[in-house]
């Protein structure tokens, strides 16, 4: 079933998941977890576009949950945030 949705069909999978390959190397090196490092992508984003939002992924268990919230005092260097910009631009199968 999950193959007939767009990030999931073969080719797109492929390439997401190369993507998520980098996604875990940047995060290894600064010694967070792969999750932390686009969630503080995404509050470094909303900041810098001025945004009244956060993002909330869904957390069904409580060391989740404190990962997620440590995300927030992550601050990425401007080196690592042109790194991952094109990583989020070259998503594939998602339509924003």
């Known amino acids: ?39 503080a992508w995404l509050c470094a984003r909303l900041r810098t576009l001025n945004a009244k939002a956060v993002p909330v992924p869904e957390t069904r268990k409580r060391p989740l949950l404190e990962e997620n919230v440590a995300a927030v005092s992550i601050t990425l260097t401007e080196q690592e945030m042109t790194t991952l910009e094109p990583l989020a631009a070259a998503v594939r199968g998602v339509a924003v």
Request: positive net charge.
């Open 1 to 39: 079933m999950s193959a007939s949705i767009a990030p999931f069909s073969p080719d797109n999978r492929i390439a997401n998941m190369r993507l998520v390959a980098k996604i875990e190397e940047i995060a290894s090196a600064k010694g967070i977890t792969p999750a932390q490092l686009v969630l």
